[in-house]
Every structure is written in C-alpha cells, then in structure tokens.
C-alpha cells in the first residue's frame, strides 16, 4: 500500500500543494474531493496521496478515506 498522508502539518501541506500547481486552486477553493467532489478547504481536507505522479486530495470523510484505502489496495 502507498503511503497516505493523513495527518501532515500545514507547511508540507502547502509544500505538497505548491509542487503539484495546486496551490492557487485550493487558495481560490477550486480543489475538489477526488471522491465525492466536495470543495477541499483546510477545514475538511482529510487525507492526500501520489498516485501516478498526481496528487489525490480527499476530504475528511471517512467514507472516501476508506474509499481511496480500497482503491490503493486494488492498484498494482
Ligand atoms: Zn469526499
């Protein structure tokens, strides 16, 4: 299994965010849960993940926590 970042402080939040040019969409709440499509914002950004070279951002939602869990499990 990938590693999920689940708990991270907020600097590797924004390091992540800034090297994958997601920085601005989740400054304008353009980013979206990859699960259930709700808007991500610091309050209910749950987890993130690499996945393929791209950035997985989830909500806090245990449902797509689990979700993307079952997902990395099913991955090669
Ligand atoms: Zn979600």
Same mark, same amino acid.
């Given at each position: ?11 590797? !939040?924004?390091?992540?965010? /800034?090297?994958? *040019? ?18 991500? /914002?610091?309050?209910? !950004?749950?987890?993130? /993940?690499?996945?393929? *070279? ?13 979700? !993307? ?8």
């Amino acid at each position: 299994m990938k590693e999920i970042i689940k708990a991270f402080l907020r600097d590797e !939040l924004e390091q992540y965010l /800034t090297s994958f *040019g997601l920085i601005e969409d989740f400054k304008n709440n353009l980013l979206k849960c990859h699960i259930c499509e709700e808007i991500i /914002t610091r309050k209910n !950004l749950g987890a993130l /993940t690499k996945r393929n *070279g791209k950035l997985i951002i989830i909500c806090e939602k245990p449902e797509c926590f689990q979700m !993307l869990s079952a997902n990395e499990n099913n991955e090669e």
